[in-house]
Every structure is written in structure tokens, then in C-alpha cells.
């Protein structure tokens, strides 16, 4: 139902291009769950904007590629075809519940006006729908004429899912939608996000940067280091057998509480600057296993169903120590 | 060797509809050398807790005996003394460090503040080798934070922390401001530290992961109170209060060959401000009887180290009481 192909997003200003998204395609078919995983920096929020697109312009733009969408190509929607698409098609959760809610308004007349503004429908017809999925929710009918400084941060983030629901989108993008919450309110709408996905058979993109999350709720993760995906699979895929050192790196720095190891391995060095990419594959400042043709060579993209994009295939043929 | 003990340890915040209870009767002990983890979630208190610990909030009443000492009853001058021995490392390094001070200015101001050293070429010398101490280049020492990406700047926090060598460091949430990669490089680096020059920590964060990696013995915190403290091998295999049981179990595991099964608490956590009495987890705990809404549990040992606050623990030990999941 999505797919996207060989999607590059620069940051363009007088002064430096920061290439944010690198040549990046996947595809999410209906019912599907994919995380999208990785660091600060690595073009996770800007993949999702470009989906619903969203990239502020200036400074981004979509310098390459294509967005099928059921069918359609929507890099060249107009503004009347987006903002149909928006909502009923695809709907998106951000990341910060404080900041995605109107602090002025009631939630009720908010969600509402979700509502009202996209689909045909009168306003009594709406409240009704509103009070439904926010009891579905986890949300009761007499907090309808509250506003958003009376919830807690668990509260909102859930009127932010409803609100993001509301028109029944067939793909929902959640991004970070757990990142500002404590652990035990997390499990609360990891369980809602999970339970609605069936209920509606909705294809979602998860983004996070927490691979715990990803494993609870997705059966496909993509992991993107420098606005590139360097590894894609299905989740026992990449959780059983990673190919991308990057990847491996990220599993080993994670402390685990299922095992009493002392030292962690944590990847050396920082994330690379988006403005001033390395040469060759993007990881090799970092990567413990870089060889010669790394440095100067882009590796290409490997394998069918388990993607990876490495020279070599290092945890597997134990071709390099 | 006991190097902190607080006894009865409490810190009310007046707000216009009453108190806040931030730390409601907090006892605890922090070994030398070792390292106490305290989880818990946004708003349980573990901030204000090692705030109280190091000073920086006055104590409404109790004691923090540092060494068998009661530094609440210290005088400025006594505490300007006990300031180079406790330090503390945030959460934000990127609030924590003054954008118009270079890298070096920020590592030696508190050998200037303290008059540690006189000529300017000892006090270059100590920072730098500070700065090779936590794997930052000599070179950075005329650079400021701006230049800087969070991983390294909180190394940079940390060098300022170690410059009059503390003994007891309080780390507030030192890396969750960190990406994963550079979350690991900064954990080793405390423990390393740790390990070389005997420094004692209260860790404090809201990721458990974390903290069982690098604490010896954990403390749970809800609502300002400890509700169960153990070795941290205890607190994991053998969790006995019904908050830390779904605590643990709510946490998302990278582990998809054996899923847990996840509790799901109903409801959030009440207001800390005049706390209704009894068990401050009642409200959300399936196993709350009469007698939790009534009266407050006492944090009691009730195996070696190990402590609970929970009238019901003997039948969570037994088994006879247990969530229902589904």
C-alpha cells in the first residue's frame, strides 16, 4: 500500500546541505507494522514528514525518488489532494504530546474539528464518534469539555492517538509515540496502539529509537544510520542474526536486564554530521571491521528478504575478525 | 563502610493547596565505593531525593550523615568544604554548561572557586589531564560546548565533576539524554572511574536497564517513598512489591524468543500533594485490602539486604498471591 523508492530529502541553506534522507526505499503492505529505527540525526522524523508531506519548504527539499501511495505517486499531489490524504489516509502521531495539542482549546472541540474539517459529517455525528474512540482509549466522556493542561502526560499522549485515529486512516505514523512516557504508561499505549491496529487493520510505521519497543509491536524493522536503511528485515530476522555491524553495535550497547554482563561495547566515535558525510559507506569512521574499499565505496544494498547494505557479511561467513 | 546514611529524610514543597510530599521518609545506606541505583518514575522524587542528599534543597526535617556526620547542621564555610567532596552530574548537558565558557574555563573553574591551585600552568595541567581521563582530546581545550554533541559534552560535565576529587557523585539521569551508542561509552567510562579512584554514586534514573548495569544495589521509589530496596540480583530475580513486579515487567525486552507477558497497571500515578493516608500504591495495586488504605507500610527487611514496604509481601514470596495475565 506504501512504497517508497529511492527517497533522498536534503536540508538546503546558503551556507551547508544537510542531506537527511540518502537514497531509501521499503514498502509497508496493509495490516503490516514496521519500526523505523535509529539515532538522533538519522532521518527517521524527516522519512515520516516526507510521507504525510510535511517537509518544511524551504529549507527541505525532496530531491529524488518516488512515494506510491495505494497507487499514486503523491510527491506530486497538489495541496487540496494532500490535505484530502491527510487524516483518512494517512494520519500521524507526534512525538510530544504537550506540543501536539492546542492548549486553548477543549480536547473535545479539538478532536471535533478533526473530524468536521475532513470528512462530511455533522457536528453531533462527531461528538459521538469523539466520545467513542476516546473511550476506546482509555478516556471518559466527562473529560470531554477538559483541556489539555488537566491531563497527565499518559493522558494526552492517548488523546493524541485518538485524535490521530479519528478519521480511520488506513496507515498510521507514530512518531517516538511512547519516547515522553514512563515505562509502566507505555506498556498502557503500546497495548492501545497494538489492539487498535487489529481492530482496524491498520498498517503502521513505528518510529522509535528503542529496539525493546520495536520487538513488542512490529514484525518488520528497517535500521537507518545517516539518512540511509542499513538493515531491513522481519524482526527475527534482524533481532536473531544482524548482518550490519551497525546494527550488531546497537544490540551490544544496550544493557540487558536478562543478562549479567559487566562491560557494555559501545560503538566508538559520534554520529556523523549530515552536512559532511564521509566518503565510501557512511559507518566506516565507526565501524570496527572497515577495510580499504570501505573508505571509498558505497557498499550496495544485499539479499532478498533480509536486506543489509555492507561490503562484507561479516557475522555470518566469519570471513573477517 | 557506611558513607551515606539518610535517616528520616523528608522534603515538603508548600504549593497553595497544601504540601507536596517529594521525599516522604526516606532511610537509606550507600556503601564506599559502591553505587546505589534509585528507579522510579517522572515525579516519584528521586531528583529532589539526591538534591536533598547533596544540600542543594534544605531538608524539611531528618538527617544526611555523611561519614557519621550530620551535614544539615553544617555552617557555610563547613559546607563550602563538604561542596569538594560531593558533586553532582544532570541529566541536560547541554544546560549544565555555560555556552560562553570554553571547554577549559568550565573544567577549571571549580579548581579557581575552591583556590586549589595558584600558577595557571598547574591548573592547565589538571585539566588536561582530566580531559585524557574521560577520552576528551587536549586539543578541545580552547573549543566551546556549541562545538560539542551531547555524548561528549557530558564527558565534559563529568571532567568537571572529578576536578577536586569527590568521593560521592550524585548522577542524576546522566545518560538518558544520550543516544544508545553513546549511552554505553558513557556508562563504561563512569564505571571505570569508579573502579580507579574508589568513587561512591547514587544513580538515579527511570530506566532500569541502566541502572542494573551499573548499580550494586537498587532502591524503588513511588510517590516519595522507598517501597523496596535490595542487591540489585535480588530486585530482578525476586521482586516482591506488586509496583516493582510490573515495573519490571513493563519494560520492552529486545529478548522476541521468549516474550514476557506484560502487566498493565490500571491507572497513573495519584498526586504527591497531601497524600491520602496508607500505602501510597494502593489506588492502582490489585491486591489493596483495608488495612493498605489505612496505614502506611513500614519498609521492613525481610530477607538479607533485602527490603519491602507491602503488608501482602509474604504472600507475593509464596506465590499465593499473583497478577493475572492474560
Known sequence: MLEIKNLSVHYVTDAITAKAVNDISFSVNKGESMGLVGETGAGKTTTALSIMQLVPDPPGIIVDGEIWFEGKNIIYNTDKENQAMRGNGISMIFQDPMTALNPIMTIGDQLNEILTTHQKISKKQAKKQVIELLEIVGIKEDRYNDFPHQFSGGQKQRVVIAMSLLCKPRLLIADEPTTALDVTIQAQVLEIINSLKAKFNMAIILITHDLGVVAETCNKIAIMYAGQIVEMGTVEDVYLSPKHPYTKGLFDSIPKLDDDTTQLIPIEGQVSNASDLPTGCYFHPRCRFCKDICKTQQPLIKGDAHKFMCHFDVFTKGAIK | ?326
Do not use: W
Not at chain 2, 547541554?94 to 571547554?103: E, F, G, V
Open chain 2, 1 to 326: 563502610m557506611v558513607l551515606i546514611e539518610t535517616k528520616r529524610l523528608k522534603k515538603y514543597f508548600p504549593v497553595p493547596s497544601g504540601h507536596l510530599h517529594a521525599v516522604d521518609d526516606i532511610n537509606l545506606q550507600i556503601n564506599k565505593g559502591e553505587t546505589l541505583g534509585i528507579v522510579g518514575e517522572s515525579g516519584c522524587g528521586k531528583s529532589t531525593l539526591g538534591r536533598v542528599i547533596l544540600r542543594l534543597h534544605e531538608a524539611t526535617s531528618g538527617e544526611v550523615l555523611y561519614d557519621g556526620m550530620d551535614i544539615n547542621t553544617f555552617n557555610a564555610s563547613e559546607m563550602r568544604h563538604m561542596r569538594q567532596i560531593m558533586q553532582i552530574i544532570f541529566q541536560d548537558p547541554y544546560a549544565s554548561l555555560n555556552p560562553r565558557m570554553t571547554i577549559g574555563q568550565s573544567i577549571s573553574e571549580p579548581l579557581r572557586l575552591h583556590k586549589i591551585y595558584n600558577k595557571k600552568n598547574e591548573i592547565r595541567e589538571r585539566v588536561e589531564e582530566l580531559m585524557e581521563l574521560v577520552g576528551l582530546p587536549k586539543r578541545s581545550y580552547n573549543q566551546y560546548p556549541h562545538e560539542f554533541d551531547g555524548g561528549r559534552r557530558q564527558r565534559v560535565v563529568i571532567a568537571r565533576a572529578l576536578t577536586i576529587n569527590p568521593k560521592f557523585i550524585v548522577c542524576d539521569e546522566p545518560v538518558s539524554a544520550l543516544d544508545v551508542s553513546i549511552q554505553a561509552q558513557i556508562l563504561n567510562l563512569l564505571m571505570d572511574l569508579q573502579k580507579n579512584m574508589g568513587l561512591t554514586y547514587m544513580f538515579i534514573s527511570h530506566d532500569l536497564s541502566v541502572v542494573k548495569h551499573i548499580s550494586t544495589n537498587i532502591g524503588v521509589m513511588y510517590l516519595g517513598q522507598m517501597i523496596e530496596k535490595a542487591p540489585k540480583k535480588d530486585i530482578f530475580r525476586n521482586p516482591l512489591h506488586p509496583y516493582t513486579i510490573a515495573l519490571l515487567s513493563a519494560i520492552p525486552s529486545i529478548n522476541i524468543k521468549e516474550k514476557s507477558k506484560k502487566i498493565i497497571l490500571k491507572g497513573e500515578i495519584t498526586s504527591p500533594i497531601n497524600p491520602k493516608p496508607g500505602c501510597r500504591f494502593a489506588a492502582r495495586c490489585p491486591f489493596s485490602i483495608d488495612i493498605c488504605r489505612a496505614q502506611i507500610p513500614k519498609l521492613i527487611e525481610v530477607e538479607k539486604d533485602h527490603s519491602v514496604a507491602c503488608y501482602r509481601y509474604k504472600e507475593i514470596q509464596n506465590k499465593t498471591l499473583h497478577y493475572n495475565i492474560i
